[in-house]
């Protein structure tokens, strides 16, 4: 029987506290062939990805829309399953074993879970709530500003009007808040109205006179149609338009409701929705790409780190 001399190691092994070798695990073997931990790899690549995809669809569709607190479930499970690889990287490193792979794996997660969330967020901020908002109000169609109030049509998403409908841009207006906010009154042929409910509206896309109103499909000539404004932060600004509108041109304005001016808003909210999953494709597979790369990267810095020592 022989033993390695004091202060030295015997290869593939290391020396413990007390003097016995004990065996290194890890990802490469210094001093040997080098051996790739393939459980590792395939772990840390599907493992990061499949936490992103997850959240993202969670923090992008319809949960977040019903279910608001359990799409943010999905986020602090992401952030437990950060915290469990973690531990396990801590638990390695005090058991004196490699914890490169735990550790590569935690900061993984903490970075997929804070991106899905982030980006989740925005992509159903900005694309699908917009589209679940007015898929669940109501559809009005042959809708007469002239006969209509808008009390009347106080859960209309989507719009028809009548035929001879127009925007009357002689009575448009604006607020100006950082954004100038924009309106126009939609009537019956240019006929004065008793109350004017039905406002086309839009921002930054008028100078602030009166006639220079310019939102919307405002050119179409086959235009008759409005999607409801669903945004609450700028519906206060539209109103105060409104307001200048009664004051400047003697008018009465009852119960306003705000619509984006369009001939299709059936296809228009289709733009909503493909583009909601439009962009999760892309960030789903955007971010496996950047998985491959992190782990392929790892895996060359892991093995140059073994030659070293």
């Excluded at 003097?19 to 990061?48: D, H, W």
């Excluded at 990805?49 to 669809?57: C, E, Q």
């Excluded at 709530?129 to 669940?136: K, S």
Aim: glycine share 8%.
């Amino acid at each position: 029987m022989s033993f390695a001399p004091q202060g030295g190691y015997i290869r593939g092994a290391q020396q413990s506290k007390i003097g016995f070798p004990v065996e290194r695990n890890s990802s490469f073997t210094p001093g040997q062939r080098k051996r790739l931990n393939l459980v590792a790899i395939f772990v840390n690549v599907l493992g990061p990805w499949a936490v992103f995809t997850g959240i993202f669809a969670a923090m992008s569709f319809s949960l977040h829309y019903q279910y608001p607190t359990a799409a943010y479930c999905t986020v602090a499970a992401g952030l437990i399953l950060t915290g469990i690889a973690g531990f396990m990287a801590q638990r390695t490193r005090l058991r004196e074993r490699d914890p490169m792979w735990y550790t590569f794996a935690a900061i993984s997660l903490l970075i997929a879970t804070l991106l899905a969330a982030v980006l989740g967020d925005m992509n159903f901020s900005i694309n699908m709530q917009p589209y679940y908002d007015i898929e669940n109000l109501n559809t009005y169609p042959s809708v007469s500003p002239s006969r209509e109030k808008g009390q009347q049509l106080m859960d209309a998403g989507r719009v028809y009007f009548t035929d001879g409908t127009v925007l009357d841009t002689t009575k448009g207006m604006s607020f100006k808040n950082l954004d100038r906010y924009c309106v126009a009154p939609i009537v019956t042929m240019q006929e004065p109205l008793a109350s004017y409910d039905f406002w086309a509206v839009g921002v930054n896309c008028c100078s602030g006179t009166g006639s220079d109103f310019k939102c919307g499909e405002y050119d179409n000539a086959h235009a008759r149609a409005g999607i409801r404004l669903m945004r609450d932060d700028q519906r206060p600004f539209f109103r105060l338009a409104v307001q200048q509108a009664e004051a400047a041109y003697n008018i009465k304005s009852t119960h306003p409701l705000f619509f984006y001016w369009m001939q299709d808003p059936v296809g228009e909210m289709m733009k909503y929705h493909n583009n909601g999953f439009k962009y999760f494709l892309i960030g789903t597979f955007t971010y496996l790409a950047f998985t491959l790369l992190s782990v392929g990267g790892a895996v060359f810095s892991f093995s140059k780190l073994s030659n070293e020592i």
